[in-house]
């Protein structure tokens, strides 16, 4: 009987048959049960462990890299935490919700969610990756993370999806919301702006006046080439924390109103 390719099947070259599985059918099970989400399909949760420098090393190995799930589910995450938090948290404005999608969506705090799950263990990586700590890196887990909710969703749909994810996302929205959100000016837009426009903002000093016992400096703050903030203090890093201040107030937060 021909059977006819899943939408995922069909990103394999025309004649190539499906992979026997990389990642031991036992390490499988292992991670789903981890998961607490078994996976009709595990042709899905091998990809979204098969980091692209496996694929450089194993030429023969025909399932594709995780990229394509990771843009999937870095999709599906925003869309699932900021849903999450418009109902959870009503008393907040945009700008406040904005910060704390930003520092549950960010590199590292995914990364954690990996670690939870112990995903590290079971990647597929280069030999190279391997020899670098590549298992612990918090960009690689962080995407591998965002492979295996594209996955969860293409097999599961996205109520499971939810249901899952908020199981990680929940308590730790909680613990931010609750006091631990509690970052610098500086920290807290370079998370926005990471994570709203993919851009580090820059800092540059224009100007310093006084005498040396009392030097005030002013330092602009750029993202991308247009000056979002400008701060002065007594020093480039005061300054520099003022400026951010400032710019954060474009984004729609005010941290007085959150930390007092």
């Known amino acids: 009987m021909v059977r006819a390719l899943t939408d995922h099947e069909e990103d394999l070259p025309a004649g190539v048959p499906m992979s026997k599985a990389a990642v031991p059918m036992p390490a499988l099970d292992q991670l789903e049960t981890a998961l607490g989400v078994r996976l009709q399909d595990r042709s899905l949760l091998q990809r979204a462990l098969t980091h692209r420098s496996y694929l450089n090393e194993n030429p023969d ?6 990229e394509r799930l990771e843009f999937l589910g870095d999709a599906i995450v925003d869309f699932l935490v900021g849903e999450f ?3 959870r948290f009503p008393e907040m404005q945009e ?3 904005t910060a704390l999608r930003a520092a549950l969506v960010r ?3 995914l990364a954690t969610f990996a670690q939870i799950i112990n995903l590290g263990a079971y990647l597929l990586i280069g030999r190279g990756e391997e020899a670098s700590g590549g298992r612990e890196r918090a960009l690689l887990l962080a995407g591998a993370f965002e492979a295996l909710v594209g996955a969860v969703y293409l097999d599961r749909g996205i109520e499971v999806t939810r249901d ?6 929940a308590p730790a929205a909680r613990r931010l919301a609750a006091g631990a959100f509690s970052k610098d000016p500086k920290s807290l837009l370079q998370e926005v702006a990471q994570a709203e426009l993919a851009i580090t903002p820059q800092y540059r000093t224009v100007a310093e006046s006084g005498p040396d016992h009392a030097k005030e400096f002013t330092v602009q703050v750029l993202i991308g080439d247009e000056v979002r903030g400008e701060g002065v203090g007594r020093s480039k890093q005061v300054a520099a924390q003022n400026a951010a201040r400032e710019a954060l107030r474009t984004f729609g937060i005010e941290l007085t109103d959150m930390y007092g």
Do not use: D, I
Not at 61 to 66: D, E, M
Not at 164 to 169: D, S
């Open 95 to 97: 700008g406040e919700l």
């Open 164 to 169: 899952w994810l908020l199981g990680m996302v």
């Open 85 to 87: 938090l418009f109902h």
């Open 107 to 109: 590199t590292e705090a």
């Open 61 to 66: 190995y025909t399932l594709p890299h995780n």
